[in-house]
């Protein structure tokens, strides 16, 4: 059994950096790709960032591109995501999500069903 669990969140202020963390916790991690998505009340969740996690290649929404970052440490069974310059507008829960199937590119990885795990989320709140 694995789980992913999600660290790193909290108030912030407008302008300011922040990484979270999500880790993979079991016997086997065994991911094709990682993602992060962030939801806020009302709206669907939303594709924020994936990886490859043996080629490393990435994959980024629009709205984040330019101040999102998202990494991974293999080893460490742990995937990242840099924020800087946070706005208001990036107040939300944001969730990492794990798949063990390949996809033949990267527009695969910002669909919700294309992951068989989530973690718990992580709430990110930006003041002004």
């Not at 065994?30 to 990886?51: C, D, L, N, Y």
């Not at 990242?80 to 944001?94: N, S």
């Amino acid at each position: 059994q694995v789980q992913l669990v999600e660290s790193g969140g909290g108030l912030v202020q407008a302008g300011g950096s922040l990484r979270l963390t999500c880790v993979g916790i079991g016997r086997t991690f065994t991911p094709h790709a990682m993602g992060w998505f962030r939801q806020v009340p009302g709206k669907e969740r939303e594709f924020v960032a994936s990886i490859k996690w043996i080629t490393g290649d990435t994959d980024y929404a629009n709205a984040v591109k330019g101040r999102f970052t998202i990494s991974r440490d293999n080893a460490k069974r742990t995937v990242y995501l840099r924020i800087d310059t946070l706005q208001p507008e990036d107040t939300a829960v944001y969730y990492c999500g794990h798949t063990g199937q390949s996809f033949p590119g990267p527009y695969y990885y910002r669909f919700i069903d294309t992951y068989n795990l989530w973690g718990q989320g992580t709430q990110v709140t930006v003041s002004s």
